[in-house]
């Protein structure tokens, strides 16, 4: 499945984080909760999500993204 496939390119890219993605190829929306996100903009942050998952787009396995990067304070707590 493409969204196991994002999952784990990011989680490998970007030490620590926590990923969920929703969609098919075609539609992907990804949130990504990081330390490693601290004190960088939101450019930079979406920065560093589509270096992880630029192989997928470049072939053409993912066509559009929407995605979500937070710090853990940023994050909306659940419970």
């Known amino acids: 499945m493409?969204?196991?496939d994002v999952e784990a390119l990011?989680?490998?890219a970007i030490v620590g984080a926590r990923v969920t993605a929703r969609g098919d190829d075609h539609r992907?929306?990804?949130q990504?909760?990081?330390?490693a996100f601290a004190g960088l903009s939101r450019v930079k942050k979406q920065q560093?999500?589509?270096a992880a998952i630029a192989e997928l787009i470049?072939?053409?396995?993912?066509h559009a993204v929407?995605?979500?990067?937070?710090?853990?304070?940023?994050?909306?707590?659940t419970r």
């Open 28 to 30: 992907m929306e990804i």
């Open 2 to 4: 493409i969204e196991r």
């Open 58 to 62: 470049a072939d053409g396995r993912l």
């Open 32 to 35: 990504v909760v990081a330390d």
């Open 66 to 77: 929407s995605i979500q990067a937070l710090t853990p304070a940023e994050a909306p707590q």
């Open 10 to 12: 990011i989680a490998a």
């Open 48 to 50: 560093l999500v589509y």
